[in-house]
Every structure is written in C-alpha cells, then in structure tokens.
C-alpha cells in the first residue's frame, strides 16, 4: 500500500520568509495530492492539492511541485504570516477509496 | 453553503462502553469517509461509504462499524471501547463517486476521550 513520509516535523520562520514542506511517496500509480492545515481544535482544511498531469500549482502565497520520476512533492509558503502557523499535511490516495496522510509538520511563524 | 458538520463535538466515555458518533456531509456529496486521528499524528482511514454502501475499509477492529443513510448522513460506531481509542474522530465528504480523485473535506471532528 501507499506510504508517505513528510519532514520537517517542526518547522520555525521568521515573518516574511518562506516555508518548505516536502513529502515523499512509494506508490507510483498515485495520481493525486493535496495538502491540509490544522488549526488547534479544528479539522483539516484543504488548501490546495496538484493531480500527476502538472508538476506546479500555485495559489496566491501557496505553491505545491510534483515530481513523479523521483516521487516527491513539496508545499512552498512565500510571504508567511503569523496566522500561517498551523500543522500541515500532506497526503496521497491509498487505493481510490482513501487518502494516506504523512505525519504532519508544525509550522511556527516567528513575527 | 454549510460544511462537513458532526456531533458531539467532545464525548468522554469509559472503558468498555459503546459510542456512536455523527456526520452530515456537504449538501450534495454522496460519499462520506471515516478517519481517527491520534494525538500528534496524521489521520487514519477508517471507512468510506458512497450511496449506503460500504467502498472501503482501513485496518481496524471490529469493533468499528459505521453506516449512511439515505440522506447520506453517517454513524460510527465503536463497541467495547479502550483508552487506545482515545481520538479526534473526523469524518470527510467528497463529491467524487469511488474511483475518481480524492478530493476530500473534513468535518471539525468529534474529540473522543476514554477514561
């Protein structure tokens, strides 16, 4: 089955700066994959996600690049602000019927 | 348009006894999936149901159980519960029928905590 691995765990910024999340999956049919944000006491909220036909999605300060020979895909944060600060994760389908999450990364913005 | 909604928001049980958690999709998704997210960790499959009928299921006991209603709305259930199962439970709907991409949203969760 699909497994996906993500790092950093934690990760901190300074206001303004950028942020880089990366994750990496083992199966090479998966042709869809979103990213999530976690707020405390909240459920996941999707953010954006990037199916296997393109290798960039942008969407205002949020990014996400796809690379399907090496099997990775990455979550890039431009301009952070403190209401940034969030759990994020990644995912992949682990058969059509459900999505594997990766571990997670706390993302902390310094101001 | 309302979101994924579901009840109780937090529920405290003990050992042993049973619980029946609540979700009521996005007007208009048929699919409606089950996960348990432990305390620092990403979400688990625990189910997924489209059009009343089971589509998929994680490695779970079973002593998970769920079901939808011609509504679409779902119920989960868990018998015999143990401090393990302590858990947000969070249930996602799709408008995808089983097969197509996975595009899900989630619900805020029911916190579930066994004493």
């Known amino acids: 089955g699909e497994n996906v691995e993500q790092h950093p765990s934690t990760l901190s910024v300074q206001e303004g700066d950028s942020a880089v999340i990366k994750c990496t999956y083992s199966d090479s049919a998966s042709n869809y994959f979103p990213w999530y944000k976690q707020e405390l006491g909240k459920g996941p909220q999707l953010i954006i996600d990037?199916?296997?036909?393109?290798g960039e999605k942008k969407d205002q300060r949020i990014a996400v690049t796809l690379n399907k020979t090496a099997k990775h895909f990455s979550l890039h944060i431009t301009e952070t602000q403190p209401e940034d600060s969030a759990v994020y994760f990644c995912?992949?389908?682990?058969?059509?019927?459900?999505?594997?999450f990766g571990q997670g990364t706390r993302l902390t913005i310094n101001p | 348009d309302a979101g994924v909604t579901q009840s109780p928001t937090h529920l405290i049980k003990t050992r042993g006894q049973h619980v029946t958690l609540r979700c009521s999709p996005i007007s208009g998704h048929k699919s409606v999936s089950w996960y348990q997210q432990v305390l620092g960790q990403g979400p688990q499959f625990i189910f997924q149901y489209y059009e009343k009928e089971e589509r998929g299921r994680g490695n779970f006991p079973d002593r998970f159980s769920a079901r939808q209603f011609p509504n679409y709305s779902s119920e989960l259930n868990v018998n015999a519960l143990l401090l393990g199962d302590s858990a947000l439970y969070l249930c996602?709907?799709?408008?995808?029928?089983?097969?197509?991409?996975?595009?899900?949203?989630f619900g805020p969760g029911t916190r579930l905590t066994v004493l």
């Open positions: 995912a992949a389908p682990g058969g059509a019927q459900k999505l594997v």
């Open positions: 996602a709907s799709t408008p995808h029928s089983p097969g197509t991409y996975n595009e899900q949203f």
């Open positions: 990037i199916r296997s036909n393109v």
